[in-house]
DNA sequence: CGGTTATATTTCAAGCATAAAATTTTTATG
DNA sequence: CATAAAAATTTTATGCTTGAAATATAACCG
């Protein structure tokens, strides 16, 4: 009978854990190094901010808008923060809010007619930011990268301590 | 002589500018989803916030402290932002701030006892939740992926408009 | 020296973000 | 119908984050 340990595995190998504790740290870096490029960008070029951004291009694809509820949904941000965003955008004349028929608790929120322009311009100019910042990502790895990112995004530490 | 233009290319193709703006989405959600998960597991494990567990992280290599501007350079943050985090750090006990010998302007900032144990336990659960997960990146596929991170995060938009 | 420039840090104002509590309206249920 | 439960949003308290201005000290230089 063999007693020969090859490897003393606990389930988990510390190297593969400490590999991906620098592998998050990298993925951090890469994406905070992106939106600080953005932010600046945003900043000098338009006077705006991303999460400014963010929530003109979730109405833009709806004409008719978005309930308050749907706009946090959709941005993954808590409620009380997409209030404060909508209520600047409104002072500025970018978004109107809307009531909803037959339910006086909810509104709507769209973009105005300046709204959309502004958000046109805008969104021209993050296109060719973003494709500069990632100009070193080729077009084959796309799909693969993609997957990848699909796959951390789902994971949970659930049932873990 | 053939006049047919196969692609009507302008240096860029709009669709690698359009997949890589898909790509970059996926990457900030992927990077949110864990920073949420990190988040949360903070509050409700140890009562602590990811900002508080970094600083406490950069300070753990060096027994003799860091200096705040060296801080908030290997943060990546503002120096105003370590100002806060700092403070509220020392208020509970688990930093403190010792003066620079020949120079009253700078000061050194270093774990107490205390907040080193605390490290060490929040260090320990938050490389396995890290493990848990990225656990869907097979270890084979960490050094591409690795390098791609960094292709990215060394990518600027200076000379763009 | 004395005055300028550079360095280290803090303060400030504004905005972003969360979780939890409060408010208002709707829906369900006895 | 009355009242409880659910849903949509806002408010509140706290903390993170930035950029810019303010403060204090150090270094340089004529």
């Not at 999460?51 to 509820?69: H, I, N, T, W």
């Amino acid at each position: 009978m063999s007693e020969v340990v090859v490897k003393p595995s606990h389930g988990h190998e510390a190297s593969a854990s400490k590999a991906r504790l620098r592998l998050w740290l990298k993925l951090l870096k890469a994406t905070k190094h992106v939106e600080a490029e953005l932010r600046e960008n945003f900043r000098t070029g338009f006077d705006t901010t991303l999460p400014r951004f963010d929530v003109m291009a979730a109405l833009y694809r709806d004409e008719q808008g978005l309930k308050m509820s749907e706009l946090s949904s959709v941005l993954r941000v808590s409620n009380g923060n997409v209030t404060g965003i909508v209520d600047r955008l409104v002072d500025d004349g970018i978004l109107v809010r809307v009531p909803v028929d037959n339910d006086r608790r909810a509104t709507t929120v769209r973009l105005t007619t300046a709204g959309r322009e502004q958000f046109e311009a805008m969104a021209s100019s993050h296109e060719r930011w973003i494709d500069c910042l990632l100009d070193g990502i080729e077009a084959d790895e796309v799909p693969h990268l993609s997957e990848q990112l699909e796959c951390i995004a789902r994971k949970s530490t659930k049932g873990e301590d």
